[in-house]
């Protein structure tokens, strides 16, 4: 993809958020968008906001963890533009607390919206791009898709390590089909995130402890910076795409462990390891 300009691009979870930023970030280059989401007031909000730039959109209500609603979001989408060159797997929410507590549903409700969410999408909208050797996936992880930054939400870095591995296997297997893949991992950006949170597992008076600290606020980011972040990733076919740079640091301090665990493996192996995988980015 040379430049957004009459592309269509599809963003899940796309009313709120970093949806909407990536939404507006890419309508302002020219591209027509179609957004998926539950929020039916700020679907409406964010279609104006893009018709006010002067480019086209369609909002659906779709809840991504249903098969037939984002089959049917697609089928609505190709009704209107015809054909989808950029898919956004954006949609998702969060699950707080003691690992060893969180009941089963908060589980499985992460892991369908999370995860499944993304292998709904790519589904439903990857076969066309394949069968015409050209298109691009953003999948949005977090950088809790490779750092496990808090011991308070467990079933949501468990769902974003699950979404960088399946983005990393996709872009492996989509290459040589000509169809792109990005794994978006951000660090704390300003959204609505917390409205759909569920807390499982904790008591309610200790409801306040478990949520963001406000000095970790400090370092949030615009759902818009995002936005533009994503389309310039996108045009460059970045693989991972991070936000904030202080992550990068810690993510390198907390790499440590495994390189010290893998130094000791190397270091008992008797042959010297064969090193035939490439980097994916
Ligand atoms: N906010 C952050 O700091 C942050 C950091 C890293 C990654 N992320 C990820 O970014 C993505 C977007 O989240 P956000 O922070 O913009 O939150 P947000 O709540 O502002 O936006 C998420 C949108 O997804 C929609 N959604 C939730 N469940 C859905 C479903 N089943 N079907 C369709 N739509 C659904 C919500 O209605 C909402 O509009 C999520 O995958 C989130 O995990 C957020």
Same mark, same amino acid.
């Given at each position: 993809m040379k430049s957004f300009e009459n592309q269509v691009a599809v963003v899940t979870g796309g009313a709120s958020g970093i949806g909407r930023g990536i939404a507006l970030a890419l309508a302002g280059r020219g591209a027509h968008v179609a957004l998926a989401d539950l929020h039916e007031a700020r679907l409406a909000e964010t279609v104006a906001a893009i018709e006010a730039l002067g480019g086209k959109a369609l909002g659906l209500r779709c809840d991504v963890t249903s098969d037939a609603e984002?089959? !049917?979001f697609r089928d609505a989408t190709l =009704?209107? $533009?015809g054909r989808v060159d950029l898919l956004c797997n954006n949609a998702g929410v969060s699950v707080l607390g003691p690992c060893e507590r969180v009941e089963m549903a908060d589980w499985q409700w992460i892991l369908?919206?999370?995860?499944?969410g993304l292998v709904r999408g790519v589904r439903a909208f990857v076969p066309a791009m394949v069968e015409r050797g050209a298109g691009h996936v953003v999948n949005t992880a977090s950088v809790a898709g490779i750092w496990a930054y808090s011991w308070d939400a467990g079933p949501?870095?468990?769902?974003?390590? =699950?979404a960088y591995g399946y983005s990393e296997v996709l872009a492996r297997s989509l290459r040589p089909h000509g169809v792109g893949v990005s794994v978006l991992c951000p660090g704390l950006v300003s959204t609505n995130l917390g409205e759909t949170a569920? $807390?499982?597992g904790v008591p309610a008076e200790r409801r306040a402890e478990w949520l963001y600290f406000p000095e970790e606020m400090r370092d949030a980011i615009a759902?818009? =910076?995002? !936005?533009?972040?994503? =389309?310039?990733a996108v045009l460059k076919k970045q693989f991972a795409i991070f936000t904030h740079a202080h992550d990068a640091e810690r993510f390198r301090t907390w790499r440590l462990d495994i390189e010290r665990s893998l130094d000791d493996v190397i270091a008992a192996s008797p042959k010297p390891p064969r090193?035939?995988?490439p980097p994916v980015g």
């Open positions: 984002v089959e !049917g =009704a209107r $533009f369908d919206v999370n995860v499944l949501y870095i468990t769902s974003k390590f =699950a569920r $807390f499982s759902p818009e =910076a995002v !936005g533009e972040i994503v =389309a310039e090193l035939d995988r």
